[in-house]
């Protein structure tokens, strides 16, 4: 890949799961970068990911919908243009909300450790685990594993209007 380059989102790799929604990845994971970039697609009811936390921060964007806010164990709803920074060991997940998709610009290292907290409040959301675990595996063991594709929702999002 160019050391720069201009694609529409909709253009980019596409991963969906029917439990965590659908995912674009911006940045290539095979291009030796560290850091990420992603834009995270969250149908009303479905989670982002499992609470957690990361040693490195992390940041978050609404530009689209929606969305609930699960950090330190407390709920947050956030909207459009909402911007949440997650400072390293803060533990997080997001949870659609409102009528439609919620889209989220995430930033964030691609290295560190992570943790999956046992918290009562995600677990409510469909978001948490029963056992803290530092292993992604176990923590995503009883969910469906993310497949090629494009979000459910797709004509619904703003890079898809009018095509």
């Not at 992603?38 to 989670?47: A, D, N, S, Y």
């Amino acid at each position: 890949m160019a050391d720069w380059y201009v694609r529409s989102v909709g253009e980019f790799p596409w991963f969906v799961n029917e439990k965590f929604g659908a995912r674009g990845f911006l940045v290539p994971f095979d291009d030796g970068l560290q850091f990420g970039v992603r834009v995270h697609v969250l149908e009303p009811g479905k989670p982002s990911t499992m609470y957690h936390r990361e040693t490195g921060q992390e940041g978050f964007l609404v530009v689209e919908g929606e969305c609930l806010l699960i950090v330190e164990g407390e709920e947050r709803p956030l909207k459009q243009w909402d911007y949440f920074h997650c400072a390293p060991d803060t533990p997080h997940s997001f949870v659609g909300a409102g009528e439609g998709p919620c889209v989220l610009v995430t930033l964030g290292l691609r290295s560190g450790s992570i943790v999956y907290e046992r918290n009562d409040v995600a677990l409510s959301h469909g978001a948490g685990v029963e056992e803290e675990t530092d292993t992604p595996d176990v923590a995503y063991a009883p969910f469906p594993k993310w497949e090629d594709g494009r979000p459910a929702s797709w004509n619904e999002l703003p890079w898809n209007r009018g095509s």
